[in-house]
């Protein structure tokens, strides 16, 4: 534990274990403005993390920057794009941060993040390294906005270098190119007589494998809602998500916030997007970083509605699908219907309304494409087959028609459905991790010079029992392998409150699953840089099939990629499951 009483920060901090994720948990005091926790959380991570800042700026930026000359001209069109528009941001701020609680929370990231700058500085100072100044400004604002170069280069390659005017259909080479996407599972049903509901959760990230240097980071920031610090304490101030060095917000997108009357999970996944046209409505000078944009939904919003209502201001780069779903909404529903002494009948229709009422807002789910977002409360989705249950398999399809008609994606040439007898068989974490793992994608075991540094590279897993109360998270590392094996079921500690007789379907089993592949995290959107190429489903196919028992190890291709960057990363990818344990 350190404490810094010149910030009133506290931390707790450790670097890699044997499950290659590290761990950092940052408390601002609620007594100290909120520009001061800003700055002084920023300053304390980049302070503690700046050795692996660098490795992390080397392996994706610096690496992906100077690779040919069409690199470096797209990196110094994008460093100059983001710090314009960092100064306008910084200059809209000042404007209006004291009447718009939503520019109060920009402004109070981009705080932290020049806080981060100086702390790396001062940390590299201290130990008298010479790395010191090596990292200019602009790679920390572009380290932060990772989640809107996929965009921004598309944007480039069709709008900048041409001129202005996009390519022709007749143009051989394809400059709006996909990858693999990430996907993500939400699963909820009812158990027992219908009163108690289980959340199951799984996320996958997809991206480059030289940005597998992971932190989970857990902010607990007891910002105001408003400039005045006379008012409330935002909703959301205990942050927990699955980061990187050197970046404020999850780029791979999970989160588990907490907070005043707050209790909920965000996840998001790239959008797929064939429609060149929607960038001509767009000014990239005017966009906002995705990251800033979703820390500050996070931090003050009370509901689900509302975090999407945010989330949709600027919704200029940063194409993705989020589902947010309000844990507290899963809490057994109290009616005030019940069956009374004399088994008096109840009012069907009453105590569906009553539930339905209950359950508005539980889950709400956001798109967006370039200039335009959709949201909408589709609660009724999961609520309505309630004898089946309900499961939404998320890979980047739209899922609203008016986002799918835009996108002009055509989705039957994907799979994004579930079967019924799929949908019935993800009933616990295990089979979640399984079922995200037995459909990743390897980059590295396509033939030849197909082969690619980029998959599936991590999996997270959550799931929430509303009748204990209680939540199961974990998360795994490194690129996607199967392992078969037998383990024994983990008994739960008795102070978790867990009584034998439940046996919550919910709860992973030990440290190695019965399939068990491991994972790595993802700057998947900085891979367009230093990778543009078409992966088609025959591909995927046959690198799904060369799925092994063998984790991925960088020795093993070195041949094939000996230019890719992977300083600070083991040979070996080899690691099992991590539940951080946070000191407070």
Known sequence: MAEDTDWNVYTNWCWFTGDRWAQIEIETQRTSPDWVQAYG??????????????????????????????????CTWLRVLLEDNFNKIKETAALNSEHDHYWHQINLYF?????????????????????????????????????????LKIYYENFVQTGGVNRTADETEPKNF?????????????????STWQLLFGH??????????????????????????????????????????????STDDFYIIKGRQVHAIVAGVG????????????????????????????????SRRSWTKTLSRHPFTGSKQWITIDLNKLSPLESSYQVDENNLELDEEVVSAERRNHFKGLVWIAEQLPGRMHINDVSAFFLESIDNSTTWLASGIPYFKEILEASGVNNEAYTNRLTAVESRELNNLEAIDKF???????????????????????????AYNARLGMSDYHAFAGPVFIRLQHVQTRSLP?????????????????????????????????????????????????????MSSSPFKWSSVAEKMATLQHTGQPDEWNFGKVSPKWAW
Request: charged share 20%; proline share 3%.
């Open 494 to 546: 008795e102070a978790m409150g867990y009584r034998g007789d439940l046996a919550p379907a919910s709860l992973i089993r030990d440290d190695r699953l019965s399939v068990v592949i491991d994972d790595a995290a993802d700057l998947a959107e900085l891979q367009v840089i230093t990778e543009r190429r078409t992966v088609r489903d025959d591909m995927r196919a046959i690198a799904m099939s060369q």
């Open 204 to 249: 996958s990230s997809a991206g480059s494998y030289t940005s597998m240097l992971r932190i989970q980071k857990r902010y607990k920031f007891h910002y105001h809602i408003a400039s005045n610090p006379n008012s409330n304490t935002v909703p959301g101030m205990d942050i927990a998500f699955t980061g990187y060095p050197g970046i404020l917000a």
């Open 436 to 462: 995200l793992r037995t459909r990743g994608f390897r980059g590295d075991l396509l033939d030849g010079d197909q082969s690619v540094a980029y998959g599936n590279i991590d999996i997270k897993l959550f």
């Open 41 to 74: 959380a920023g300053f304390i991570e980049g302070s503690l993390t700046w050795n692996q800042i660098y490795n992390q700026w080397l392996n994706t930026i610096m690496s992906s920057c100077d690779r040919d000359e069409n690199s470096q001209k797209f």
């Open 111 to 151: 705080i932290q993040l020049k806080g981060l700058e100086t702390g790396y500085r001062q940390g590299a100072k201290r130990a008298r390294s010479d790395l010191e100044g090596i990292i200019p400004w602009s790679d920390f604002l572009l380290m932060n906005s990772v989640a809107d170069v996929h965009d």
């Open 178 to 194: 996909f990858l693999p996407s990430a996907t993500m599972i939400t699963k909820i049903y009812p158990t027992g007589n219908g």
């Open 271 to 302: 959008i797929k997007n064939e429609n060149l046209n929607l960038w001509r409505t767009v000014d990239v000078q005017e966009a906002m970083p995705l990251a800033a944009r979703v820390m500050a939904a996070n931090r003050f919003a009370q």
